[in-house]
């Protein structure tokens, strides 16, 4: 999506057109303007518009402003032998940067976290050999779902820099100068293997 770009919409009679904003997004209140709104059918959802030719050469365009962002569309005819848009859906750079800053923030808490942690209560083991344990929760954690709180037993060189799981992996990170240990899990007939990671 970019605030500057009139986006085009090929359309054809007798077919719908669906334009589908992000999550949480919806169109305002007397929100959008449209050319020749005699030649269009156009119906407003939780999450986008639906657009219908109502007339033949429908050519027009048409203002969407939302919540969020306004978005200006050129709503144009093509013939049964060119392709026709069925569903408009928009990539959110400022929503991604937004995302990406956040997750990045975690990252940090979580090495942060780890950097200052010593010995933590042990919790169920989740990696096997190693000797690591999981407790759940993380104090001061802004993602729930990120268990940072890990033991470490035997030998110092081998620990990671930061370590944490989300409920579904497990996460290791080590300083790029040293060589990785190898990690073992333990499997339902209580031997162990190597994970493939």
């Known amino acids: 999506y970019s605030p500057d770009q009139a986006y085009r919409v090929a359309t054809m009679p007798g077919r719908v057109v ?20 005699r030649a269009w059918h156009v119906s407003v959802n ?3 518009a639906l657009l219908k030719p109502g007339a033949l050469q429908p050519e027009t365009n ?10 200006s569309l ?29 997750q990045l923030g975690r990252r940090e808490a979580v090495s ?11 919790g169920p083991a989740r990696t096997g050999a190693t000797g690591a344990t999981v407790s759940p929760g993380a104090p001061g954690s802004s993602a729930p779902a990120a268990n940072m709180q890990y033991m470490m037993r035997g030998d ?15 996460y290791f990170r080590y300083a790029t100068a040293r060589d990785l240990p190898t990690i073992f899990t333990k499997l339902p007939d209580g031997s162990e293997a190597t994970v493939n990671f």
Not at 23 to 35: A, R, T, Y
Not at 62 to 71: D, M, Q
Not at 74 to 101: E, H, M, N
């Open 18 to 37: 669906m334009i589908q904003f992000e999550p949480g997004e919806h169109i305002l209140k007397d929100g959008g303007g449209i050319g020749d709104a």
């Open 46 to 48: 939780d999450s986008g």
């Open 62 to 71: 048409l203002v969407l402003v939302t919540n969020r962002r306004t978005y």
């Open 74 to 102: 050129s709503l144009v005819d093509v013939s049964r032998a060119q392709p026709a848009t069925w569903i408009l859906r928009f990539d959110y750079p400022d929503t991604k940067a937004k995302t990406a800053a956040e």
């Open 112 to 122: 942060a976290a780890l950097a200052g942690q010593q010995d933590t209560p042990a």
């Open 156 to 170: 110092r060189a081998l620990a990671p820099t930061a370590l944490w799981d989300d409920g579904r992996f497990t």
